[in-house]
């Protein structure tokens, strides 16, 4: 039986590195940067800041950081908001389910805690999106414990100071280098050099040019010592995102509605559950075909998905008036590739709901006709994924979610995803100009 061979084998591991350790917080200690996360050591700010830090660059961080703090300066006052609210002021930020985490994790605290984030590992890591990279951070930075906080930053500067050539996306990775992160952090100063690490990530050690010149470790660094800073750390290369064909409608009102335009609240689960966005349906997989560059904008095909998928779930019949723009927007596992068609309002079909949709009864031989379309365009191509079929039918199916009108000012109130705060942005800036329907 072949043995496991253990990772990272390097004597830090055992007996810390003090060269490293050393000249590391003195260069943190005189050059840290003045952060708004860096005022004091209140653990909720410590968190807050942690979780809008994932994937996300302090630059960009910093005013989403100190809105948020404003409206909520305490976990009881994160706890008790409205999760609209809380999503109001994520906006533009990304990764939506952190802010609905925090907020889980602060009614938590609330409820287990007194409010209190207690100076507890155990406790801090079974909070709702705490992973170990923010525990880590929590528990060094807020209360100085010797925890490591290991994220991608950390793993690079690492890998490449001790020429680690273990692949850091496998989960045993990370492992071995948490224990080595943690051999290295010095008596007394977790916080401080949890923060260095990240800060030298951020700052010096980047992923594509290394400062080696200005590093403050460049002396005993073995990665550059070998000449292969660049080549480090190792990380074996995630799937591309799979691609979906979407189609929205951008419907402008009339009558009362003239000026309005129509959107719609996702269900409170599963990918951007609780914002707000442009009616739209996952289409079926020959309309890749649509989207190359040498078709029409124009389909009729995907119009009528459009104008059945509307009328089935609000009573509204509305009339396709032309092609307005494309726009990608990427998750992490998932590339939305949208095709966004003006539309404006027929005459009314039966029974309109307006805040809900659902309520009345719904042509139900057009929906099934478009339904089976959509399904068996689905199984057109034997590699399209099950789920998809089946949210390519769902689509057309209601599905509870809350319809309504809105003008510019409502913006200002309802958290929308950045690909529809673009689109609609953009619409009003248009319209402003006079150029929309
Ligand atoms: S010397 Fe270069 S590769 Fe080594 S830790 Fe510093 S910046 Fe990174």
Redesign the pocket.
């Known amino acids: 039986m072949a043995i496991k061979q253990p990772t990272i084998q390097h004597t830090a591991v055992q007996n810390g590195h003090p060269y490293f350790s050393t000249e590391l917080l003195a260069w943190y200690r005189a050059q840290k940067r003045t952060l708004p996360w860096r005022k004091n050591h209140d653990p909720y700010r410590i968190w807050v800041s942690e979780i809008m830090l994932q994937q996300t660059r302090v630059d960009t961080v910093i005013p989403y950081y100190l809105t948020f703090m404003e409206k909520f300066p305490t976990v009881q006052a994160l706890a008790e908001a409205p999760e609209e609210e809380v999503l109001k002021c994520w906006e533009g930020l990304g990764y939506y389910s952190r802010a609905r985490n925090l907020q889980a994790g602060a009614k938590m605290v609330m409820e287990l805690y007194d409010g209190i984030i207690p100076n507890d590992k155990e406790a801090v890591s079974g909070l709702k999106g705490v992973g170990p990279y923010t525990s880590g951070a929590i528990m060094s930075i807020a209360f100085n414990r010797p925890e490591p906080a290991v994220d991608g930053n950390v793993m690079r ?1 690492l890998s ?2 001790f020429c680690l050539e273990e692949d850091i996306a496998k989960p045993a990775t990370r492992a071995g280098i948490e224990k080595l992160a943690a051999a290295l952090i010095p008596e007394g100063a977790a916080g401080d050099f949890n923060q260095a690490l990240m800060e ?1 990530g951020a700052l ?2 980047t992923p594509k040019s ?3 010149l200005t ?1 403050p ?2 002396e005993e ?1 073995e ?2 010592l070998a000449g292969r ?1 660049l080549e480090l750390p190792i990380k074996t290369k995630a799937k591309p995102p799979r691609q979906e064909y979407r189609a929205a409608a951008l419907i402008w009102g009339n009558g009362e509605n003239a000026g309005k335009l129509l959107v719609r609240q996702r269900e409170g689960k599963g990918l951007l559950a609780g914002m707000w966005e442009l009616p739209h349906l996952l289409l079926p997989p020959h309309a890749a075909d649509w989207f190359a560059e040498e078709a029409s904008k124009e389909q009729p095909e995907l119009a009528e998905m459009l104008t059945v998928m509307v009328e089935q779930d609000t009573g509204q019949l509305i009339r396709p008036k032309g092609w307005l723009k494309d726009a990608d927007h990427i998750f992490s596992h998932i590339l939305w590739k949208m095709r966004v068609i003006e539309c404006d309002l027929g005459e009314e079909s039966t029974g309109i709901a307006d805040e809900k949709n659902g309520a009345e009864s719904k042509p139900e031989e057009a929906a099934s006709k478009a339904a089976e379309a959509l399904m068996a365009a689905a199984e057109e191509r034997e590699d399209y994924v099950n789920h998809s079929a089946e949210e390519a039918s769902k689509s057309l199916i209601p599905g509870g979610m809350v319809y309504r009108w809105i003008d510019r000012e409502d913006m200002e109130l309802l958290p929308f995803p950045n690909l529809f705060l673009r689109i609609i942005g953009e619409t009003w800036e248009r319209r402003g100009r006079g150029e929309a329907l």
């Open positions: 500067v490449r100071f030298l010096i050690c290394p400062g080696c590093c470790v460049m660094c990665g550059r800073e």
